[in-house]
């Protein structure tokens, strides 16, 4: 079911804001971007924590683009900003509650923030980190994006090349070539010169990456995260109460 977190939300430079909700699980998270004021929507950053589990830690930018990759019908501007975050099914257990929060770099008008949550979903539950690092290795990875810090700047002609190595197999493509394969996705009917796209996997893999450039200094991965038995068996039974629900 759709759930409100916050609405009209105006946060000041370098502030922050933490909306909460109590849910069983969690599937999407949908966040809009208003600041007509200081025409700032992009320069924010998000964090989503299941009780002290944090599964999101990303710069807005960065979560716009690999929303717009796969999902696609995203407004984007210096004054608007909206997109959604696919987790995949994340099932809370031990009274976790969802807190979703939203830090301003620069101050912005109003954030609007809702959620799907206690829907019937698969048991892949995704978790999104952003790095700086020029190397670094991320576990279970199912994929990822690369772009410039600075939001809408052109990385179709970026210098370098990106190695990515796994347990199967390595590779070391051209940072214009990540932009290709993102430009055939479906990202609104447009084609984005801003993001590359590195790798998309149904199988999670640990996979390392180590890249140099003259423009790309993000990469935003997405990775499976492993699910407990207690997990596991809540999703089952919650699906059980639906199917029963809808029988009677």
Known sequence: MLVTLGTNQAIGTGASVTLPYACTSVQKIFVKIDDSTGSNAYDHS??????SRVI?????????????LLAGNHEVGSTVMCYQIDLG?????????????ITATTALDAVDVSALVDQPNSMVARKYTEYTDTTFTQSDCLSAICYDASFNTAIDEATGVCEIRDSVSSSAPAFISA???AQTMNFNG?????VGLLKLSSEPLTTSFNYTSDKVDRILAVSQ???TRAQTN?????????????GR
């Open 179 to 181: 932009v290709n394969w």
């Open 225 to 227: 995260m492993p699910v």
């Open 56 to 68: 999101v830690n990303s710069s807005g930018p960065g979560l716009f683009y690999f929303s717009g």
């Open 190 to 194: 447009e084609t984005r010169e801003e």
């Open 234 to 246: 809540q999703a089952r039974f919650t699906s059980k109460q639906r199917q029963s629900a809808i």
């Open 89 to 101: 099914n994340h099932e809370l257990l031990h009274n976790e509650n969802l807190y979703v929060r």
């Open 46 to 51: 998000v964090q989503v924590q299941l009780g």
